[in-house]
């Protein structure tokens, strides 16, 4: 992948993450949330992880981003009034967020394979989802049956709790 | 050329952001999309990692691969049960606003 390319996505994914949490309402932070789950998509595959790329759209850009949506549409929510803003909360949260921002480019700052390019690939990864489904059915066989419990789990759990109670 | 180090820089913004979005915000949907955001930044570091190691054969390690898999399967089950439980809260509550939830502070 050319390195505009990555900027042009890389630049778009931070924006649009930014814009989820700078909307007031609701319906346009879920809609930048799938911009920008479909830029971080695309650096996936710049990656040459095609089957993760494909299912980020799938399953984010999909599944998630409607079961967001539903729910804000079945609870009618409004964009949310100005309040008198906790400048304290504020001040503490965006302290933080920027202290961990700061020490996690100190850390890829003294890490030397940051600065190194990426080696090149021997062949083109177009099957990788038979790499990673003889991984998963393999060595990760335990825990794929595990999260499919979690999964069973999840439904049941969500089935209960979104049930009306009777009178 | 574009290093390894670019695409965690990328991660480690998406991560603050996400960060940010949990503690600034303080409407219960909008942080669960926050949660999104962070769970998302980690995936972007592992499959940047397992592009960069490459193995004897010349394909990337696939186990980080499999795990982001993994991740992206306990986010969605998260989200489900998240939305969930904020509907129960609403018929509760008829409030998504963290500042109204105060049942348990000290």
Known sequence: MPPFLFWIFAVLTVIFGAAVVLNRNPVASALSLVVSFLGLSALF?????????????LVYAGAVMVLFLFIIMLLDIRAEERRRINWLAAVG?????VILLIQ???VVGHFKDARQTFPQLARSTTDDVWNIGRL???NYNLPFQIIGVLVLVATIGVVFLSRREPR | MITLGDYLVVSAILFTIGLAGVMLRRNL???LMSLELM??????SLVAFSRFRVEANGVPDYNAQVFVFFVITVAAAE??????????LYRARQTTDVGDITSLKF
């Not at chain 1, 949260?93 to 967020?97: E, F, K, L, N, R």
């Open chain 1, 45 to 57: 595959m710049s990656l040459d992880a095609f089957f993760v790329g494909i299912i980020q759209v």
């Open chain 1, 93 to 97: 949260g965006i302290g933080v967020a």
């Open chain 1, 104 to 106: 996690i480019c100190v």
């Open chain 1, 136 to 138: 998963l059915f393999t």
């Open chain 2, 29 to 31: 949907i909008v942080i």
């Open chain 2, 39 to 44: 769970l998302n930044a980690a995936n972007l």
């Open chain 2, 79 to 88: 989200v489900a049960v998240g939305l969930a439980l904020l509907v129960a």
